[in-house]
């Protein structure tokens, strides 16, 4: 059965840092691209950042690169979002997601690309 943990959310300023994990566990990790996607009242599901199966490869957002940092630890079966200078617009339910990829590169983070997906967690950015 295929189960994510996700935690680090919470409220924060506008400036500040969260990190976010996601604990995965039920299908082969290292095989699977691993991504973030967020949801804010009213839009669409956005994928914030995505990153392969052997940790080569990420892709960004053009809204959060430079700001969110991913990661993975193949051996935790654990993936991370370090999120700097937040702004009230990263506001949204996160989550992370995984799908089967073996590629060496990824070039894209779309929703509908990926199969299996946690329950969210909750960042809000506000003063």
């Known amino acids: 059965q295929v189960q994510f943990v996700e935690s680090g959310g919470g409220l924060v300023q506008p400036g500040g840092s969260l990190r976010l994990s996601c604990a995965a566990s039920?299908?082969?990790?290292?095989?699977?691209?691993i991504g973030w996607f967020r949801q804010a009242p009213g839009k669409e599901r956005e994928g914030v950042s995505c990153?392969?199966?052997?940790?080569?490869?990420?892709y960004y957002s053009e809204s959060v690169k430079g700001r969110f940092t991913i990661s993975r630890d193949n051996a935790k079966n654990t993936v991370y979002l370090q999120m700097n200078s937040l702004k009230p617009e990263d506001t949204a339910v996160y989550y992370c997601?995984?799908?089967?990829?073996?590629?060496?590169?990824?070039?894209?983070?779309?929703?509908?690309?990926?199969?299996?997906w946690g329950q969210g967690t909750q960042v809000t950015v506000s003063s």
């Open positions: 997601a995984a799908t089967y990829y073996t590629r060496r590169y990824i070039d894209r983070c779309r929703a509908h690309d990926y199969d299996y």
């Open positions: 990153i392969t199966s052997s940790d080569v490869s990420t």
């Open positions: 039920g299908f082969t990790f290292d095989s699977h691209a």
